[in-house]
């Protein structure tokens, strides 16, 4: 029978990508790593890495025993959600992911219920995009990640994630003071950094609007976006969750039909999701979100 640890081992080589990553995030050295993987090989009966480079790739029988790595993997997370579910309170540490905006605006209401409806439950929040986000979580760095979708830029699917939805963001043009309607493509822009789902949605938007915008200010940081165009520097395309049922300080035109919201929901994996704190925690941020839309009054 060949031993769990170092199917794990592997497992993670795959997802990270090197025996370095594998090292930090487990904290081993790099070399035990290696003759650990150097055991396996030697029960397979196989090759199970193949150099490519400075870098090594799994071998097709190596990625047969990660898949087989994977479920067992899943049915183990499902017994400790069942175990779990049998205790009469919620306890231990959940490792939540969010992007910027929701961890601004969804995040802190939800802990407040979490924390009045389970105290002994430690939630663990990490800051993250959505691209870094889901491959940790599917790495088991994390185990909820609340996530972001921008129309007509689906993001890749894997069948061992489970989403649910959380709320369409409505997003808006804001302008500068004293811009005008018409002046979007003579402005200067602040976007998310390019390669990123949010920087391309926004780039071919505006080209479906007849012109090219001129990005001079990129960054993830949407409080920065806002600020630039307060201070009339930039055009930026902010979501209403920004205001977070304030009133907003820029002016905010409407966008064309078809591009008007993108839709958050949150991520977990499969063999997870009937776990009591997983399920308490998508609750919390279900009824956050709730409240947000209705403090927006459907603006």
């Known amino acids: 029978m060949f031993d769990l640890h170092r199917l794990r081992l592997l497992r993670e080589l795959k997802h990270r990508g090197t025996l370095a990553a594998v090292a930090t995030a487990l904290s081993y050295s790099p070399s035990s790593v290696s003759q650990q993987l150097s055991v396996l090989e030697k029960e397979v009966g196989v090759p199970l890495l193949e150099p ?12 047969i025993l990660v898949a087989h790595t994977e479920a067992v993997l899943e049915r183990l997370e499902q017994a400790q959600a069942e175990v779990a579910g049998s205790l009469t309170g919620i306890t231990g540490t959940l490792r939540l992911a969010a992007f910027q905006t929701a961890a601004l605006t969804l995040v802190p209401p939800a802990l407040t219920l979490l924390r009045a409806a389970h105290p002994a439950l430690r939630v663990h929040v990490t800051e993250a995009e959505p ?38 963001d409505t997003l808006r043009l804001a302008l500068p003071v004293g811009a005008g309607e018409g002046a979007p493509g003579d402005q200067p822009w602040v976007m998310e950094p390019e390669g990123t789902p949010a920087r391309r949605w926004a780039t071919a938007l505006c080209r479906d609007a007849g012109w090219e915008p001129d990005v001079r200010y990129e960054s993830t940081d949407m409080l920065l976006h806002l600020r630039l165009v307060e201070q009339g520097h930039a055009a930026a395309l902010l979501p209403d969750l920004l205001w977070c049922g304030r009133k907003p300080t820029v002016p905010l035109l409407e966008l064309p039909g078809g591009h008007r919201s993108r839709r958050l929901f949150t991520v977990v994996r499969g063999g997870s999701s009937r776990h009591p704190a997983v399920r308490a925690c998508r609750e919390a941020l279900a009824r956050a979100a709730e409240d947000l839309d209705r403090a927006a009054g459907g603006r």
């Open 131 to 168: 691209e870094s986000a889901l491959p940790a979580l599917r790495a088991r760095d994390f185990d909820l990640v609340v996530a972001e979708e921008y129309p007509g830029h689906p993001h890749p699917r894997h069948p061992e994630l489970e989403e649910v939805d959380l709320i369409r």
């Open 52 to 63: 490519v480079g400075r870098r090594v790739r799994l071998t097709e029988q190596a990625e």
